[in-house]
C-alpha cells in the first residue's frame, strides 16, 4: 500500500513538474498577431467629389427684362459622409461636398432679389429624412418658362447617400417677389 501511495506521489509531482505554463502555438501567433495589430495604425483614406473647389457663374439676361447672375459652388468646409469602411489596415471615407448658390437678379439695372439658397431654406419647409443628407445640386435659369413678367429658376436638390431628389422651382416677378413650387419629389 505504501508503494501504491509512494508511486502516485511520484507520478503526480512528475505530472506538476512537467507543466511549465508554455504557450501553445495557437497562443502565440494570437499574441504576436494581437501585438503587430496594436503598433499599425488605420491608413485613413478621404474621397470627396468633387475633388477640389468647384464654382461655375452663369449671368444672362432673359427677354431683354431680367438680367439673372447664378453662382453656383462648393462649401469646401461641409461635406455629407456617403459609406464608411474598415478592409484590413484602410478606413476608406467616400464624401460628398455640400454646394450653394448666390441669386442676383436685376431689371432695368436695378437689383430686385439677391439670396443665397442652400439646403437650409428648403429644410425650414418640411423635416423629412431626405434633408438630413440633402445639398443643393444646382440652380439654373429656366428660359423656357421664363417671359417679360417672371423669372423662372430650377433648383436640383439631391440627396446622395440614397439617391433620391427634388425638383423645385423659384418664379420671381419685376418687383423681386418670389413663389417656390416643388415640381418633382423622387424621394
Known amino acids: 500500500m505504501k508503494k501504491i501511495v509512494l508511486f502516485i506521489l511520484?507520478?503526480?509531482?512528475?505530472?506538476?513538474?512537467?507543466?511549465?505554463?508554455?504557450?501553445?502555438?495557437?497562443?502565440?501567433?494570437?499574441?504576436?498577431?494581437?501585438?503587430f495589430n496594436k503598433?499599425?495604425?488605420?491608413?485613413?483614406?478621404?474621397?470627396y467629389y468633387p475633388e477640389s473647389y468647384?464654382?461655375?457663374?452663369?449671368d444672362s439676361i432673359i427677354s431683354k427684362t431680367f438680367k439673372v447672375s447664378v453662382k453656383n459652388y462648393t462649401l469646401m468646409d461641409h461635406e455629407i459622409l456617403i459609406q464608411k469602411s474598415i478592409k484590413?489596415?484602410?478606413?476608406?471615407?467616400?464624401?460628398?461636398?455640400?454646394?450653394?448658390?448666390?441669386?442676383?437678379?436685376?431689371?432695368?439695372?436695378?437689383?430686385?432679389?439677391?439670396?443665397?439658397?442652400?439646403?437650409e431654406k428648403f429644410r425650414d419647409f418640411e423635416s423629412?429624412?431626405?434633408w438630413n443628407n440633402a445639398t443643393l445640386e444646382h440652380v439654373w435659369v429656366n428660359q423656357e418658362q421664363?417671359?417679360?413678367?417672371?423669372?423662372?429658376?430650377?433648383?436640383?436638390?439631391?440627396?446622395?447617400?440614397?439617391?433620391?431628389?427634388?425638383?423645385y422651382e423659384i418664379l420671381i416677378d419685376r418687383s423681386g417677389n418670389e413663389r417656390l413650387t416643388l415640381i418633382k419629389d423622387h424621394s
Do not use: W
Not at 511520484?10 to 501585438?35: E, F, G, M, P, Y
Not at 413678367?149 to 425638383?167: D, Q, T, Y
Open 39 to 47: 503598433k499599425e495604425k488605420l491608413i485613413d483614406l478621404k474621397y
Open 88 to 119: 484590413n489596415l484602410n478606413r476608406t471615407s467616400q464624401y460628398h461636398r455640400v454646394f450653394a448658390s448666390d441669386i442676383v437678379v436685376a431689371v432695368a439695372n436695378k437689383i430686385i432679389y439677391s439670396k443665397h439658397i442652400s439646403v
Open 10 to 35: 511520484v507520478i503526480l509531482l512528475v505530472i506538476l513538474t512537467s507543466c511549465d505554463h508554455r504557450k501553445s502555438k495557437i497562443d502565440c501567433i494570437n499574441d504576436a498577431v494581437s501585438n
Open 146 to 167: 421664363s417671359d417679360t413678367e417672371r423669372l423662372s429658376l430650377g433648383i436640383s436638390i439631391m440627396n446622395p447617400k440614397n439617391n433620391a431628389f427634388k425638383l
Open 128 to 130: 423629412t429624412d431626405f
Open 54 to 58: 468647384t464654382e461655375i457663374k452663369t
